[in-house]
């Protein structure tokens, strides 16, 4: 029932619009911007909406009075770009697509058989990347000793670390990352999602059967909370699957009503 601004705008339009809050920065330099995850818009704001029930839940619980919990797509993907309005807040940078201007190295990088995506944050963890490089020189030449003068100068720089990564494999790498407190991680395929044993230890995948389909799985929705219950491995409804069930067993409605109603398509049986 709300009707307030953009509720008559189509639904798509509105998504597009989200989506031009972030899709500035996503891409190559050289290249317009590139669409980002399918979705991301629909799920982030749900998740934010689902945060602000929460919040006015727990107040009325306190004060007694509802609100009216507002969240705009559009608004949710400013927040998540975060980083692009400090920037401009603080210094006046208009940030773009390809290398950031204040860091380097950040993004995802080659390996033998595959990619991982580093981010080095400070020149703490750019000196232990100079450690087990074993270029200690590159931790004080004024060419690589601040973010700024590093991503001024990938030119030299990216051939010294892409040419060490690409002796070895993208396990290799992450592990002498980690050993090393390097903040890094593989560049992950579907495939190796399924595979990895973090996920199956967090059971992030949930296994669901269904009678058309088969067995599959499908990412949980997090957090994850110690006192929930375990979700049901239900797969999703056919149309119509649960009406009866809801209207005579929870709004007691007769068996002679509900079909009835179903005979005059007020509501769908199976």
Known sequence: GYTGPYSDRPAFDIVAEAMSGVMNLVGFDDKPPSTTIYGMADVYSGMCTAYGIMQALFMRERTGEGQLVDSAMFDNMIALNEAMIALYSVSGQVPQRGQSKNYWPRGAFATTDGYIAINVPDEIIWKRICE???RPDLADDERACNGP??????????????????????DEAVAKFNDAGI?????????????????????????????????????????LLSAAPELPADPPP???????EILESLLGYDTADVDAMAADGVVQLP
């Open 149 to 170: 003068a590093r991503a001024a100068n990938t030119d030299y720089l990216a051939p010294i670390l892409e040419g060490w990564l690409g002796s070895m494999t993208r």
């Open 183 to 223: 903040p890094c991680g593989p560049v992950y395929a579907a495939d190796d999602v399924f595979t990895d044993p973090h996920v199956a230890a967090r059971r992030v995948l949930m296994p669901i059967s269904d009678p058309d389909v088969g067995e599959y799985r499908f990412a949980r929705t997090p957090p």
């Open 132 to 134: 087990i490089m074993e």
């Open 238 to 244: 056919n149309l119509g699957q649960h009406t009866r």
